[in-house]
Structures are given as structure tokens and as C-alpha cells.
């Protein structure tokens, strides 16, 4: 599962009312439109990681490995693709296990009732079984759809707002600064 934040924008309203008295040429405004795209989608990314690593408590810095940032300035559009597969819990740190402990470590993370073992493939998981007998095992996950969706709907509605206010610098400063001859 993979959540894409596509924030739509009725930029067509947005330039009718920005244009009104405006002198600057076509190929300014064109510039200044992308300059607020690019710095609306870095606002974005950075907004996303936020929140992600404060819901799930998971570092920004994993949350940065698996996180894809796009813009198609001949669209005009720019989004931000986060994916919410549940996360093998292995790989949010080094996994820490005796036989004596109680569960598994991770990181800060600990499972009770859980082991650590290596597979024939060599990598190693968090394990815990699901009966008191030696099979079957099932490795461990840790879900992050639920608590990352509502903060992603927040987002949403700040990204309207702001991509406003980007539009109307960029374009005050291609008509004061770029303007000038």
C-alpha cells in the first residue's frame, strides 16, 4: 500500500487574480510559477517526513530512504509518494536478542515475546511463534497506515494556503527583482 500526496490547486484562479495589473512577461511568470512549484513540493516533502516520523516514532531519517518526491512542470503538478506497506521491524535498526531476555530489541523498540534469527538467505528477522510448539513462525511488522493518514489530511488542507502565498512571492519577485532592466 502506497499513499501519494497529490494536493490539487485551482492555480487557474489563483493567476487570474495575481495577473490583474500585472507588466511582466509570459516567460517570468512561467519561471516564477515553477520556482512556487518546486519550493511548494520541498515544503511539502519536509512536512511529510515530520509527520510520519512523529506518528510512528520511526526516525525521519528511514522515512527519507522511502520517500519519493516528483514534479512535471508541463502538467504543472508536484507530489509527494510515501509508501505505507506495514515495516518489517528488522529493518528500523540493529536487532538486539540473547536467550535470556524476555524479546527482541530494536532500536529503542522492544517485542516481547519475539526472537531473532538469521534465515538461510542470511537475513535476519524478528521472530515470534505462533503456538507454544517450534512451528509455525511469523516475522514481525510494524504498521503505519492508520496513524500517518490523519496527519497526511492536515497537510492537505495547510498546502492550499501555502502554495498561494509561495505564488504571490515568486510572482512579486519576478515583477520588483527579474523585472528590473
Same mark, same amino acid.
Given at each position: 500500500? $502506497? =499513499?501519494? =500526496?497529490?494536493? /490539487? *490547486?485551482?492555480?487557474? #484562479? *489563483?493567476?487570474?487574480?495575481?495577473?490583474?495589473?500585472?507588466?511582466?512577461?509570459?516567460?517570468? @511568470?512561467?519561471? $516564477?510559477?515553477?520556482? %512556487?512549484? +518546486?519550493?511548494m513540493v520541498r515544503w511539502l516533502q519536509r512536512q511529510v517526513l515530520q509527520?510520519?516520523? !512523529?506518528?510512528?516514532?520511526?526516525? /525521519?531519517?528511514?522515512?527519507?530512504?522511502?520517500?519519493?518526491?516528483? &514534479?512535471?512542470?508541463?502538467?504543472?503538478?508536484?507530489?509527494?509518494?510515501?509508501? @505505507?506497506?506495514? *515495516?518489517?521491524?528488522?529493518?528500523?535498526?540493529? &536487532?538486539?536478542?540473547?536467550?535470556?531476555?524476555?524479546?527482541?530489541? #530494536?532500536?529503542?523498540?522492544?517485542?516481547?515475546?519475539?526472537?531473532?534469527?538469521?534465515?538461510?538467505?542470511?537475513?535476519?528477522? #524478528?521472530?515470534?511463534?505462533?503456538? %507454544?510448539?517450534?512451528?509455525? *513462525?511469523?516475522?514481525?511488522?510494524?504498521?503505519?497506515?492508520?496513524?500517518?493518514?490523519?496527519?497526511?489530511?492536515?497537510?492537505?488542507?495547510?498546502? /492550499?494556503?501555502?502554495?498561494?502565498?509561495? @505564488? +504571490? /512571492?515568486?510572482? !512579486?519577485?519576478?515583477?520588483?527583482?527579474?523585472?528590473?532592466?
Amino acid at each position: 500500500m $502506497a =499513499l501519494t =500526496l497529490a494536493v /490539487q *490547486i485551482e492555480t487557474d #484562479v *489563483i493567476l487570474q487574480e495575481m495577473m490583474e495589473g500585472v507588466t511582466a512577461t509570459p516567460a517570468k @511568470l512561467q519561471k $516564477a510559477y515553477k520556482r %512556487a512549484i +518546486r519550493k511548494m513540493v520541498r515544503w511539502l516533502q519536509r512536512q511529510v517526513l515530520q509527520a510520519a516520523s !512523529q506518528a510512528t516514532t520511526i526516525g /525521519q531519517k528511514w522515512w527519507r530512504d522511502n520517500l519519493r518526491v516528483y &514534479v512535471h512542470f508541463g502538467k504543472a503538478t508536484g507530489g509527494v509518494w510515501i509508501g @505505507l506497506n506495514p *515495516i518489517r521491524v528488522s529493518r528500523l535498526g540493529r &536487532v538486539h536478542w540473547t536467550r535470556r531476555m524476555a524479546g527482541a530489541r #530494536v532500536g529503542r523498540r522492544s517485542y516481547p515475546g519475539t526472537f531473532a534469527a538469521k534465515t538461510r538467505t542470511g537475513h535476519l528477522g #524478528v521472530w515470534q511463534r505462533r503456538s %507454544a510448539s517450534r512451528l509455525p *513462525i511469523d516475522e514481525q511488522y510494524e504498521a503505519v497506515y492508520p496513524p500517518i493518514l490523519a496527519r497526511m489530511e492536515r497537510i492537505e488542507d495547510e498546502a /492550499q494556503v501555502r502554495f498561494e502565498r509561495l @505564488l +504571490r /512571492q515568486e510572482i !512579486q519577485y519576478a515583477l520588483a527583482i527579474e523585472g528590473k532592466p
